[in-house]
T-cell receptor
Framework: QQQVKQSPQSLIVQKGGISIINCAYENTAFDYFPWYQQFPGKGPALLIAIRPDVSEKKEGRFTISFNKSAKQFSLHIMDSQPGDSATYFCAAASRGSNYKLTFGKGTLLTVNP | NAGVTQTPKFQVLKTGQSMTLQCAQD?????MSWYRQDPGMGLRLIHYSVGAGITDQGEVPNGYNVSRSTTEDFPLRLLSAAPSQTSVYFCASSYSNREKSGYTFGSGTRLTVV
């Protein structure tokens, strides 16, 4: 049973456009939702994270939108740049499981110049 | 401050061989985890630890052992390597206080079992 479903698998965006990646979860005990960015040959790096008590969090060009009732959250990358080309993973965790991360399967983002 | 250090970066094993993947962190993080990354599968948790002397299984623990004798080190042992264990392995560490930071990942070990 896949607890965190991520879509799309791949995404191509033009420079300056908006990239949107969506995730849905099933476990209502999840209370921490991070996004990770991974470049080829590197380990994932924390990009931004949100808790379910807020509906949106913004850090620079990156915004997480959270819909608790729908059990969905999404990453929006505004003014996408070629340097944003990477694989993005959503994840979820809960205090009750010592914040073990459950990852989505990833989205390969390509931003064309 | 080196962060999370994984060694080796690359390894080729023959089926049935054993080996240990090393992971060390210098950030005094309580939590440490091992993940494997396979194409189209995302990152799957193998084992994790919430402190020295405490370990538990993740989603895909079969064929792997761990121990945590110190806060800094969390080695992953492959008991008898199988081709299905060909993967990229990542170690990660974190504070227990979620407000302080998320997980910091190492740069990975690419393992091929032939």
């Amino acid at each position: 049973q896949q607890q965190v479903k991520q879509s799309p698998q791949s995404l191509i965006v033009q420079k300056g456009g908006i990239s949107i990646i969506n995730c849905a979860y099933e476990n209502t005990a999840f209370d921490y939702f991070p996004w990770y960015q991974q470049f080829p040959g590197k380990g994932p790096a924390l990009l931004i994270a949100i808790r379910p008590d807020v509906s949106e969090k913004k850090e620079g060009r990156f915004t997480i939108s959270f819909n608790k009732s729908a059990k969905q959250f999404s990453l929006h990358i505004m003014d996408s740049q070629p340097g944003d080309s990477a694989t993005y993973f959503c994840a979820a965790a809960s205090r009750g499981s010592n914040y073990k991360l459950t990852f989505g399967k990833g989205t390969l983002l390509t931003v064309n110049p | 401050n080196a962060g999370v250090t994984q060694t080796p970066k690359f390894q080729v094993l023959k089926t049935g061989q054993s080996m240990t993947l090393q992971c060390a962190q210098d950030m005094n993080h309580e939590y440490m985890s091992w993940y494997r990354q396979d194409p189209g599968m995302g990152l799957r948790l193998i084992h994790y630890s919430v402190g020295a002397g405490i370990t538990d299984q993740g989603e895909v623990p079969n064929g792997y052992n761990v121990s945590r004798s110190t806060t800094e080190d969390f080695p992953l042992r492959l008991l008898s390597a199988a081709p299905s264990q060909t993967s990229v392995y990542f170690c990660a560490s974190s504070y227990s206080n979620r407000e302080k930071s998320g997980y910091t990942f190492g740069s990975g070990t690419r393992l091929t079992v032939v």
